[in-house]
């Protein structure tokens, strides 16, 4: 097919390569899913753990404990967010933002409490974001990889 049109293609074709001709089922599908979410739920924990360490090492123990605050409330959300994925399907018809007020609440506390620090808890809060980071890079960068070696 040859484009005589000067204007350029705003559209992109999807790729319909599929590996087997077998269709997917919704238990690979979900395992798969459980799987992300474990992923995401150790690394989360992990990068929490090491950065609480460190912070505490060359900050203070108050404020590391901050930090680990606000991981720990990365954990609930990230849980909650992961709950609410799984149902998307059959119970529900969209995700709602009800995950929203645990992180309100949250800074509205922090900044209420003398004893508590924002700037520490918000970056706690985050790590769930770096977990997400570390489990996307490697996986795109190799299966670019994969798919530059078939190529070949």
Excluded at 85 to 106: D, M, N, Q, S
Excluded at 118 to 132: C, D, E, Q, R, S
Excluded at 134 to 141: A, E, Q
């Amino acid at each position: 097919m040859i484009n005589t049109d000067s204007t350029p293609k705003t559209h992109i074709e999807a790729s319909t390569e599929v590996e087997s001709n077998e269709p997917i089922k919704k238990e690979d599908t979900m395992k798969e899913f459980y799987q992300l979410r474990n992923n995401l739920l150790i690394g989360t924990v992990s990068i929490g753990v090491a950065v609480f360490i460190l912070v505490w090492c060359f900050y203070s123990l108050n404020t590391s404990l901050n930090y680990l605050l606000g991981a720990c409330f990365s954990l609930v959300y990230i849980n909650m967010l992961a709950r609410e994925v799984e149902r998307v399907g059959t119970f529900k018809k969209k995700i709602g933002a009800t995950r929203l007020a645990i992180f309100v609440g949250l800074i509205i506390v922090a900044t209420q409490r003398e004893q508590l620090q924002v700037i520490p808890i918000f970056l706690g809060f985050m790590t769930y974001k770096v977990a997400i980071l570390f489990y996307i890079l490697p996986n795109s960068l190799l299966g670019n990889l994969n798919k530059s070696e078939k190529k070949g």
